[in-house]
């Protein structure tokens, strides 16, 4: 099947931290899977991209659905509430029940829509415990959904090959470049267009860290990001606060073979 156009929803995860173009903006698996379309659609497709990053469900719906909508997408892709999850209280299934309507919206615009089982981030971060149960709401309401509404679920839970270091940057919460390239190729494979093979490559396991080191790499993380993002929660602030959408209009993508 041939799309006319495709628009991102969601946070960071769909902007795309942290991948990097040579210019120090963000690429990220979005960016990646629409120029893979563009090469089925050719020259007249359309690509937005309405993440920011550190966005809440409420955010995402309330700044991006209207919007969305309004470009007349034929593809959509759907990922929102990792954020909510990480907040110290918050109900997951409410998170899913809000998210229903809001899918059977755009399934009724006549977009196919793409929902993601995140992977599994909480292997590397505090609060495990807490989070992981979470998380796995949030998955499960994804796969409902998609069953519901007919739309597309990406299991990138259950692909093990997220539990590489290598997939995920330094701050551990957020994907690689190998990591947004391996979502893509997931994405790719489930609307049944093909990609290389290497889109899938993972980087070796890396060799175990002695736990000294270890530790001491915890301590510059901890300093590095965790403390940030503890500033962040206790003053209300948000790391996508002064940032805007980098894809807010439906415009044309370079089409990668």
Partial sequence: MTWKNFVAMGDSFTEGLNDDYPDGSYRGWADLVAARLAVEAGPDFGYANLAVRGKLLDQVLADQLEPALAMRPSL??????????????VDPVSLVRRIDPVIG???????????????????HLPGQRIMGPRAAVLNDGATELAAKHGAHVIDLFGDDAFHNPALWSSDR???????????????????????????????PMPAPTPWLM????????????????????????????????????????????
């Fill in 214 to 257: 270890a530790r001491r790499a915890d301590l510059r993380w901890a300093g590095q990001h965790l403390a940030p993002w503890i500033r962040r929660r206790l003053t209300g602030a948000s790391s996508g606060d002064l940032v805007a959408a980098k894809r807010p209009e439906l415009g044309p993508i370079d089409a990668i073979a």
């Fill in 76 to 89: 959509v892709s759907f990922a929102a509430g990792g954020n909510d999850v990480l907040r110290p209280k």
């Fill in 105 to 123: 919206r755009l399934r009724e615009a006549g977009a196919d829509v793409i929902l993601f089982r995140f992977a599994d981030v909480t292997a």
């Fill in 173 to 203: 919460l957020h994907l690689s470049a190998a990591g947004h390239r391996r979502v893509a190729g997931h994405v790719l494979n489930a609307l049944g267009v093909g990609v290389d093979e290497d889109w899938l490559l993972v980087p």
